[in-house]
């Protein structure tokens, strides 16, 4: 499956976004998908994982309260709405797509699918 996101941008602390994660196939629905972030200079991180149906998510403890995953599998588009956002946002975020009814990938390696990453910057 290819994946595609998008949604990311400038944004001051406080500030909102929501990134988008589009699909080319109609069997979206049986990928579990998963966004991680990759500030500079530092490894890849965990962020968020969704399941097949989008009724159980998991999230990294330093965005839980404040970022929310989602899924529309009708429009094959996966989402993560983050909401108060800190400077220490700031990365490239990917999604990552996995066969499998699991929201408990939270390693890349679990994932054979990924996006090519879109930017956010939070500005204090």
């Known amino acids: 499956v290819q994946l595609q996101a998008s949604g990311g941008g400038l944004v001051q602390a406080g500030g909102s976004l929501r990134l988008s994660c589009a699909a080319s196939?109609?069997?979206?629905?049986?990928?579990?998908v998963g966004w991680f972030r990759q500030a500079p200079g530092k490894e890849r991180e965990f962020v968020s994982a969704?399941?097949?149906?989008?009724?159980?998510?998991y999230y990294a403890d330093s965005v839980k309260g404040r970022f929310t995953a989602s899924r529309d599998n009708a429009k094959n588009t996966v989402y993560l709405q983050m909401n108060s956002l800190k400077p220490e946002d700031t990365a490239v975020y990917y999604c990552?797509?996995?066969?499998?009814?699991?929201?408990?990938?939270?390693?890349?390696?679990?994932?054979?699918?990924w996006g090519q990453g879109t930017e956010v910057t939070v500005s204090s």
């Open positions: 969704i399941n097949l149906s989008g009724r159980r998510t």
């Open positions: 196939e109609r069997t979206f629905s049986t990928y579990a």
């Open positions: 990552a797509a996995q066969i499998g009814d699991s929201y408990g990938y939270t390693e890349p390696d679990e994932y054979d699918n």
